[in-house]
Nanobody, 124 residues
Framework: QVQLVESGGGLVQAGGSLRLSCAAS????????MGWFRQAPGKEREFVAT????????YYANSVKGRFTISRDNARNTVYLQMNSLKPEDTAVYYC?????????????????WGQGTQVTVSS
């Protein structure tokens, strides 16, 4: 059974940084793309960032480009989201997602495994 477990969320002031981690188990991690999505209260879950299976290609939502960095450590079966220059509008529950193949996508349908989510709150 595939499991994705996020950690690293919390409360931070605007302009601060957080690093989210997602530990994966239950399948061959290196074979699949990974992604991060987020959901703010009253809003739909939205794409944040994705990384392909090898880690050589990444893609970001325009709203986080230049501030967030997605990376992965295939030896540790872990994907990370480094978040810098955080803004109050980044406040959301952040979800790690496991792709259905080696290439990343912005579409929720491209991911068939999801973590339980971790809360990120940015105060102004």
């Amino acid at each position: 059974q595939v499991q994705l477990v996020e950690s690293g969320g919390g409360l931070v002031q605007a302009g601060g940084s957080l690093r989210l981690s997602c530990a994966a188990s239950g399948r061959t991690f290196i074979s699949y793309a990974m992604g991060w999505f987020r959901q703010a209260p009253g809003k739909e879950r939205e794409f944040v960032a994705t990384i392909n299976s090898s880690g050589g290609n990444t893609y970001y939502a325009n709203s986080v480009k230049g501030r967030f960095t997605i990376s992965r450590d295939n030896a540790r079966n872990t994907v990370y989201l480094q978040m810098n220059s955080l803004k109050p509008e980044d406040t959301a529950v952040y979800y790690c997602a496991g792709g259905s193949g080696p290439y990343g996508t912005t579409a929720r349908a491209g991911y068939n495994y999801w973590g339980q989510g971790t809360q990120v709150t940015v105060s102004s």
